[in-house]
């Protein structure tokens, strides 16, 4: 099959690579109908990860099941289904208690963009559409992959309530999320910190109440200022970095939580700031499937619009200008149809 591999920094090509199989009873083919690149692909790209030359790149993908093992019983050939990212029992005492992307028997996607992905748990982590779903619906569906459940897991970690007060720290495709889920949630007022005005723009529309341009010192001033020197009530970290880190526990008033969800690098916690104003941390990887059920209702149901973050797709064949275009901050996030 045709799939999406790196072999250095800022190096993507399509190769031709052996198609994947079913190799336990467990396992599915999934032949995609549409991937997408994810901000953490960009770390490899940008050579900040470890690179395998030749290895298949991409974890986002939905598409038809073209193949089962043979104990799976909840999907079968041709149902359309949502692939999560990362692929769990949904059975095992992590999974039971909502920790779905620590499962005893984790899996994960390898070969998002490509033609074919193979899906470790099947029974456990696809969840299938009711018939093939309007192709305006795919950018949605998509996202519910994993950057829809991943702001949303920000959101649920940091404790968003009716009512409150909320700061989103990152204007990506994760950051967005946080957004509509903060939104979605109640907040009363979500302030997303973003000074590329598309982007603005776009959390605006999912429900931003203000925009703060200023980062670091001047970002945490304007936010104290927005919310006359109190802070926020929860805030959503989606970036990973050092710098987005401290501006997340440096606008979190006295008692609240920060919930995490970029992927950290080279991040070192304020212990002392977090003790002193007793600020929690919570969050990591998103427990995709936990979360599937309720945003695949709100999608169907048209309560949220989360595929708007695409805002560039490119055929399988161009993928390599969809990683320029997103490590150039030109798109928000990159659609890849085979």
Same mark, same amino acid.
């Given at each position: ?145 994993? #950057? ?12 968003? *309530? /009716? &009512? @409150? $007060? %909320?700061?989103? =720290? !990152? ?67 989606? #970036? ?12 979190? *008033? /006295? &008692? @609240? $939580? %920060?919930?995490? =969800? !970029? ?76």
């Amino acid at each position: 099959m045709r799939a999406t591999t790196i072999h250095g920094t800022r190096d993507i090509r399509v190769s031709e690579v052996p198609d994947p199989t079913i190799e336990e009873p467990t396992d599915a083919i999934v032949k995609v109908v549409a991937g997408c690149v994810c901000g953490s692909d960009l770390w490899p790209y940008r050579g900040e990860n470890p690179i395998t030359e030749g290895a298949t790149i991409g974890h986002e993908c939905v598409g038809v099941v073209e193949e089962v093992g043979s104990a799976v019983t909840s999907v079968r050939p041709g149902d359309f289904v949502i692939v999560p990212f990362c692929h769990c029992d949904n059975t095992c005492p992590h999974c039971l208690a909502g920790a779905q992307s620590a499962c005893a028997n984790l899996g994960m996607t390898v070969s998002g963009q490509a033609e074919y992905a193979r899906v470790t748990q099947a029974d456990g982590s696809l969840v299938r559409t009711d018939a093939r779903p309007d192709p305006a619906l795919l950018p949605s569906l998509l996202t519910l992959s994993d #950057v829809m459940p991943t702001g949303w897991h920000a959101a649920v970690s940091a404790g968003v *309530r /009716p &009512g @409150s $007060t %909320v700061v989103v =720290v !990152g204007d990506g495709a994760v950051g967005l999320c946080g957004v509509l889920a903060a939104a979605t949630m109640g907040a009363e007022r979500v302030i997303a910190m973003s000074r590329h005005e598309p982007r603005q723009a776009l959390a605006r529309a999912f429900g931003a109440t203000d925009i703060v341009a200023e980062r670091g010192k001047e970002g945490g001033a304007a936010v104290k200022e927005l919310t006359a020197g109190v802070g926020a009530d929860a805030v959503l970290e989606c #970036v990973g970095t050092d710098a987005a880190v401290r501006t997340a526990f440096g606008v979190a *008033r /006295p &008692g @609240s $939580t %920060v919930g995490f =969800v !970029g992927v950290p690098h080279g991040v070192e916690l304020p212990v002392r700031t977090m003790f002193a104003k007793n600020v929690g941390l919570a969050g990591g990887m998103a427990p995709v499937r936990r979360y599937l059920p309720e945003l695949l209702d709100l999608v169907l149901s048209g309560a949220i619009d989360p595929g708007r973050v695409f805002d560039l797709t490119v055929p399988l064949s161009e993928v390599a200008e969809g990683y320029r275009a997103m490590d150039e901050r030109r798109a928000v996030k990159v659609m890849v149809t085979p």
